[in-house]
């Protein structure tokens, strides 16, 4: 079993940055993929970004060259460092774990976090 907490996120003006954290428990985080979806209202959740036990990353289009992805699995964290935000980048952002193969699809993982609300102002 993996239990995960996000923190990090805010409100914040465009342009502007944020790095969302991912606390997982467990002796085997450093063998899970773990991603990062987003909810935005009325919207369904979507996939962000993923890397792997190896460290190889995904991105989706919409975040590509913004947003990047990391793993320090001395602390067992995984983390979202955002820049350049959007305001259509508002949205509630989850933290996802699985033993599975890196996926972009919501199933595919095992484990979610809380999520933390993440507001983008114009």
């Known amino acids: 079993q993996v239990q995960l907490v996000e923190s990090g996120g805010g409100l914040v003006q465009a342009g502007g940055s944020l790095r969302l954290s991912c606390a997982a428990s467990g002796r085997t985080f450093s063998t899970y993929t773990m991603g990062w979806f987003r909810q935005a209202p009325g919207k369904e959740r979507e996939f962000v970004a993923a890397?792997?036990?190896?460290?190889?990353?995904y991105y989706a289009d919409s975040v590509k060259g913004r947003f990047t992805i990391s793993r320090d699995n001395a602390k067992n964290t995984v983390y979202l460092q955002m820049e350049s935000l959007k305001p259509e980048d508002t949205a509630v952002y989850y933290c996802?774990?699985?033993?599975?193969?890196?996926?972009?699809?919501?199933?595919?993982?095992?484990?979610w976090g809380q999520g933390t609300q993440v507001t983008v102002s114009s």
């Open positions: 890397i792997s036990d190896i460290s190889s990353t």
């Open positions: 996802a774990a699985t033993s599975r193969i890196m996926g972009v699809i919501q199933s595919q993982y095992d484990y």
